[in-house]
């Protein structure tokens, strides 16, 4: 997808490019814009706080998956693969393997990966028009 | 008290096997090794025979004791002789005390459901007690009751004090006596943990209340009655009742109330009451007080700011206001004329600052009275300077405990802040070394804190201190919340004090480590058994006058009709503290704004077994599954142990199994008490939230416990006996 579609949403592309799925692509794009502005602001605050960083940095990665989600691009997924295995690296990091301490810090972000992943064939779609 | 609300989502993403969380081992605290507390173990008893204290020969009910009773001197009436001991009743067959026997060990010698048969046990009868919470009093029931059974009957009290008697084989009601207790005497809780048998030596066998039940209640009486037809003790108090109010001044409904059984030794009835927490600091005294179990008059009185007063104060005065009370059961040891009293705090429980030296020496210990004097004879503190609600709440274990040098008459003390000490019950002086950790400073009142707080050697079910990457939630966005409310507090370890101008994080919460429900010793194998939970609270004082813009006013400024209206909270949720410089919020479990979660991960709860004879831990397994918790109060439904908050205690047996419910699943399992593996379980009409018993009649023997559900732990509330026994053919 080039920058010329994307701008060009109104015209005769649209109906075979923003189907469905183009909108619940977008729809996620807007709840891990939320998730993200949120987890950034909060990861930032616990830094000033003598924080982990984790969550700062886990916001960025949320943001600019958002990012390439309104953009329709593949790069979202490649972004949020790398948010996703940073994620599972701290988390083994910081405690190993208790289950019921991974919950809150795997469960969730695992989902957002299954669910970015199913945006795959949007997103390759919106990049061969 | 604490909650919980635990949480999991983990259904569709197979997010990998849940394992069993990891057994958390045995936190030793890690300061150097101190001498002896000094403020510990203070002895004055006199020298007193040393020999062992087994479990005494059973007397049956009715048979004359061995004690002279001429004697009687000192005693009003035709009271019973302190001077000698009495007879008890042993545990088997019968569960003669609330704690089962006279050592409250919550042990039976039963065996003939055991590890190999447990799993065919099934319900026998299932009692109801038929008192459930009115309109006005829902949401402030929790029942905690367990009954006792002697010969054929089981005798028992509702949640609001109404006295039982059914048969012990079927359930079947012999007699029942209300008391008559009105909603507005509900404390924190409408509860009646138990009632206390007792057999009057110098009554004939036919003779009216020869055995009696006695029960203290929620309106602050004590009751008796005839234990064979339910009905008053002429003879005790005015035509069975005794007024606990007397000296305690002004009547306020709620205020000063009994839930747990009293102790009865040497034909001394020996009780505290409740005295509901956080209100104002001029607040009913903690007064302990001796009543004749025959004939209800006041024996002595205890007041620890005023030990000259041994009897009723003047007219117009009162104990002294606002003293450490006892609300828990108390026990006794016949043979030493002891009973033991572990003591709450002062009123109120997160400032300190106006309290007198005399509550400073005796709040929050372990306090060995001489029931023939109702003198002390020895004190064991375990908090200096108690600023966290850490009341002593476990009732005393008795224990022949093995040393070097032979058994040594021992009581454990179980705590809230999870150490178990041993202690020589004749002196009070601790089996293993008491030390002496250095405590955390600062908060609002600095220069009255204990530089120092005690701690025991021989065991403590404390985890370790928490960090930032303990906190939990359901998603990365609400355990960011709890990791920043969690660097927001002021937060030092263990006893970080009270803070104004930050919230502070108290670990253990105010639920223990132990609680109400003890734990249990297997003398036979030489194990100890206790459940603990495992639960921080979130708590902030409240600058007094931030309190009065909120409206908050202490119980005795409270119109009536408020007081039936206002819904039950957790304790400490916004407390007035009248008297003191600030009110106090307490966030009991600290469950998470956003979701209603715990902001530390799980577990809750646990229980251990403990090698009895050095301290060291056998097994330690998370208590209680995540069937009913999850985030925004939704109930997961998943049957995973992840180890709840628990409220009541463990029972163990010769068969090899300990029984338990208490945590928030409504489960009562059964446990092999050498692996820790559970056995048996059942779903119960409602939460279990007491300790189970056991008994035989006709060779068969049962399992009861209450199902009467808990508010604060937020579990259904019932007034159910569950009753359970082996198939009668396969036996």
Known sequence: MTTATYSSHAHEHERSAHGIGYWLTMALAVVLLAFGLAIFAGGVWLISLGGSYYYAIAGVGLLLTAYFLFRASMAAFSVYLVTWLGTLAWAFWEVGFDWWAQLPRLLAPTIVLLLVAATIPVLKRAEND | MASRHLATLTLALGLGCVSAVPAALAQQTSSDPAPADPAAGQSTLPPVPADGDGERPAVAPGAAPGAANEGGAETAGIGTDRSQPQATQAVGDDWPYYGGGPKAQRYSPLDQINTGNVGNLERAFVYRTGDMPSERAKGKYAWEGTPLKVGRSLYMCSAENILISVDATTGKENWRYDPKVSDDAIPYSASCRGVAYYVNPQAGDDAACKTRIIEGTLDARLIAVDAKTGEPCEDFGDNGAVSLWDGIGNKVPGWYAVTAPPAIVRGVIVTGAQVKDGEAEDAP???????????????WAWDLANPELTGEPADGQTYTRGTPNM????????????????????????????????????????????VTTGKPAWHFQ???YDLWDYDLGSQLTLVDFPTDKGKVPAVILPSKQGDLYILDRRTGESLFP?????APKGGVEPENLSPTQPTSAYHTLRKKRLTEKDMWGATPLD?????????RANYDGFFTPPSADKPWIQYPGYNGGSDWGSVSVDPKNGILIANYNDIPNYNRLI??????EMGLKPINERA??????????????GDPQAGAPYAIDVNAGWRSSLTGMPCTEPPYGGIRAIDLATGETLWDEPLGEALRNGPFGIASRLPLTIGTPNNGGPLTTAGGLVFVAAATDDLIRAIDVKTGEVVWQDQ???GGQATPMTYEVDGRQYLAISAGGHHFMETPVGDYLVVYALPQNAN
């Open chain 2, 327 to 370: 609300w828990t059961a108390p026990v006794g040891d016949e043979k030493l004329g002891l009973v033991y009293l572990p003591l709450g705090n002062s009123s109120v429980d997160y400032y300190g600052g106006n309290r007198s030296d005399a509550e400073n020496e005796w709040a929050t210990s372990l306090v060995a009275l001489d």
């Open chain 2, 434 to 438: 008491v030390k002496s950790v250095d």
């Open chain 2, 684 to 686: 119960l009409p409602a």
């Open chain 2, 479 to 487: 355990q960011l919340w709890c990791r920043i409310e969690f660097r």
């Open chain 2, 285 to 299: 005294s903690g007064v302990i007080r001796g009543y004749d179990a025959v004939t209800g008059k006041l024996a």
């Open chain 2, 560 to 573: 009536k009709e408020d007081n039936g209206s206002i819904p039950a909270k957790a304790e400490g949720a």
């Open chain 2, 382 to 384: 375990t908090v200096h």
């Open chain 2, 543 to 548: 600058a007094r006058k931030k309190a009065d």
